[in-house]
């Protein structure tokens, strides 16, 4: 049977959250979503593109827990 709350994740004796991979991997790939954006001129459609990023940072953050980060 398999539990269904997070568990650690272990770096030699080092334990982290699992959530800290899925921000920082989430960070960049918003990041590089924005800046492909950007280049296809998709960013000008949005009032305000700082709220946009933080939108898809989220966005990368569940899709990496919902489905890289299986528990």
């Known amino acids: 049977m398999s539990n269904p709350w997070p568990h ?13 991979p899925a921000v920082v991997l989430g960070f960049f790939l918003a990041g590089a ?25 989220l966005l990368w953050i569940v899709v990496i827990d919902r489905y890289w980060i299986h528990f």
Do not use: C, H, Q
């Not at 650690?8 to 800290?20: A, C, M, N, Q, T």
């Not at 998709?42 to 700082?50: E, G, I, V």
């Open 33 to 57: 979503t924005v800046l492909l954006m950007n280049r296809l001129k998709l960013a000008r459609w949005f009032y305000a593109p700082s709220y946009v990023f933080l939108a898809f940072w």
């Open 8 to 20: 650690e994740l272990s770096v030699g004796d080092l334990y982290f959250s699992p959530v800290i």
